[in-house]
């Protein structure tokens, strides 16, 4: 079975905020770079790639066969995706404990991992 592990950073810290950033030690920093690239070698993952920050986001509706555009993803930052990995498994469970391995679940976000339509 195929998953997608989508990534929410919630209060997790990335070097995107350089304030949250540096709140963490050199070790605490080195840490999630290294759990990272564990992450992306660990068999059966297809990596994924970090998203820009949500506010760099354009939405697209199309109403009455017109794009509209609007600047933003239409969720709480909190809320937003800051990236993902596509993973194989055998079942759920292996899915759910690599999710638990990424550093922006145990540091104030959560991943959702979804299982993957295949025809």
Known sequence: MKYMLLIHQGDAPTPYDAEAWERLSDDQRNAVYAAYKELNETPGVTPGVQMQAPETATTVRVQDGKALTTDGPFVAVKEALGGYFFF????????IELAARIPAARMGGAVEVRPLVEY
């Open 88 to 95: 194989e498994a055998d079942d759920i469970d292996a899915a």
